[in-house]
């Protein structure tokens, strides 16, 4: 196969300059050959350019363009590991060296504050560079013997991954999906969310001038006809997802017969539990930002909260002085905390989730509004919102808002607790503040969710495998599982 040299200082691929978005096809950037749509900036209304989407065509192209170049005699799953970590580590100083720009592009598609998308980017880096350090590093088992030979396990690659990324975090959930994937010796064909394209494409020419072999990694920009074109794909070996739960378990039906495995990130209606014993300050500060930052589109959010019911009036004062602090405004502004959502339209659906949660009974203790002023007037904006005098069993405190909007209730104690916690048909994380470390142990072990938070909230690692139970996925991302999640093992006998 060819090997690309990197070029770090070459030019960069000028993304939408004519006005539309190019996509990268087997290592080639080109027009997308199907249908447009415009791409929005959500702070302000105005149009970015325009995203080509591909045509099935151009799906079978990177399809076959990327089992070749993994798994041909000489392709990239037949590279050392030391040589394929070569190309991550080189891939992670790229990002690195383009934060600023990659970060200016994600701000403007999607309406992330400038601080959180730097955050994100690098992020991005560092996912690349754990990646590397794995694929140098990860050994095959031997297991012991039972007989006269000895056992090998070794781990095979899949072929092609086609990974289907959501708007919320794009540079994130692409990076989780694209470097674990490559280590194992796949190519990845992916397809992000149609509003996030621009900064997809800057995260893969990144890749492209850090010299990953031509084939390995195409984008293709698309709604849900070119989504089901991947997911349906005869020559697709597995299906890597990141987006709502509905989606999600059409993909697992859709690939049922083909028994392909499938990776499922889904939602999440995740418990932000507060004991009467914790610290109640910062619990206040983390319940915040569980469910503010980033407006509130994050997978994990803490968007039901349970508070122990004698100090339910002390913590909802400690909390709306934090939800007065976090600044609303501009992402492009120093003092942003909150940006707009994603989308005018997705706007529209967190304020009539904030409706029928006022049809079920709800009060606003803050927020429910959009904020007012000239600054705010032509922007996706919403104010963090805080809805009390619900049960969990109302609408509101069941379905993914997916935006600033906390569902404040109260809980008499442990068994309780636990019994309304897991009446969710979500299972993705949950935060638990306590100063008893016996009843932090009892709650955590008793939460059916896939991440659980101790006196802190939203602290992620790469290192660590993250996905959820019960509606909110199946199998796992991150940590070395995330490498075994695009593997498949063989056990080998040698008889003595």
């Avoid at 409706?355 to 007037?377: F, I, N, W």
């Avoid at 404040?408 to 470390?437: R, V």
Wanted: net charge negative; with cysteine.
């Amino acid at each position: 196969m060819s090997v690309n040299t990197p070029h770090p200082e070459a030019t960069r691929i000028e993304l939408g300059r004519d006005g539309k978005f190019p996509l990268l096809l087997a290592g080639r950037f080109l027009e997308g050959a199907a249908a447009e749509m415009e791409v929005v900036n959500p702070a302000n209304g105005r149009g970015i350019g325009r995203a080509a989407f591909a045509s099935q065509a151009q799906i079978d192209e990177a399809v076959r363009a990327g089992r070749e170049a993994a798994l041909a005699p000489d392709g990239w799953a037949a590279r050392l590991p030391h040589e394929r970590a070569a190309v991550l580590y080189a891939i992670a100083d790229d990002i690195t060296r383009n934060v600023d720009r990659i970060a200016e592009l994600q701000m403007s598609e999607n309406g992330k504050t400038r601080t959180e998308s730097r955050g994100q980017a690098l992020s991005a880096a560092g996912t690349f560079r754990y990646y590397a350090g794995v694929c140098e590093s990860l050994g095959e088992e031997m297991p012991p013997a039972r007989g006269d030979y000895f056992n090998i396990t070794v781990h095979e690659p899949l072929g092609v991954v086609a990974a289907l990324t959501p708007w919320n975090s794009p540079l994130t959930m692409a990076a989780q999906k694209i470097a674990p994937a490559l280590a194992a010796g796949n190519a990845v064909v992916l397809k992000p969310a149609e509003t996030t394209s621009l900064v997809t494409l800057a995260l893969a020419d990144c890749c492209v001038a850090a010299g990953l072999p031509d084939g390995l990694l195409s984008v293709l920009l698309g709604g849900r006809a070119v989504g089901e074109g991947l997911v349906n794909h005869p020559q697709v070996d597995c299906i890597s997802f990141t987006g709502g739960t509905e989606t999600g378990q059409a993909i697992a039906r859709g690939v049922a017969d083909r028994l392909i495995p499938v990776i499922l990130e889904l939602g999440g209606k995740s418990p932000h539990i507060v004991f009467a014993d914790a610290d109640l300050p910062a619990a206040a500060r983390a319940v915040a930002s569980g469910i503010f930052g980033g407006t509130g589109q994050s997978c994990v959010a803490g968007s039901r909260l349970f508070v122990e019911a004698p100090v339910v009036d002390e913590f909802r004062r400690l909390l709306i002085a934090e939800a007065e602090k976090m600044v609303v405004a501009p992402p492009d502004t120093p003092e942003a905390v909150i940006g707009p959502l994603a989308s005018f339209s997705h706007r529209d659906r967190v304020e009539a989730y904030v409706k029928l949660g006022l049809e079920e009974g709800a009060t606003v203790s803050y927020g429910g509004r959009r904020p007012e002023g000239l600054k705010y007037a032509e922007g996706a904006y919403y104010l963090p919102t805080i809805l009390e005098g619900i049960d969990n069993s109302a609408r509101v405190a069941q379905e993914e808002i997916f935006g600033p909007v906390l569902c404040m209730m109260t809980f008499a104690d442990e068994s309780d607790l636990i019994a309304q916690a897991n009446d969710s048909a979500y299972g993705l994380a949950c935060g638990i503040w306590t100063g008893d470390y016996k009843c932090a142990w009892r709650v955590a072990r008793g939460v059916e969710a896939g991440t659980v938070w101790v006196n802190t909230y939203k602290q992620l690692s790469i290192a660590a495998p993250f996905g959820g139970f019960k509606l909110s996925g199946l199998g796992r991302e991150k940590g070395i599982q995330g490498v075994r999640s695009y593997q498949q093992s063989k056990s080998i006998y040698w008889g003595l």
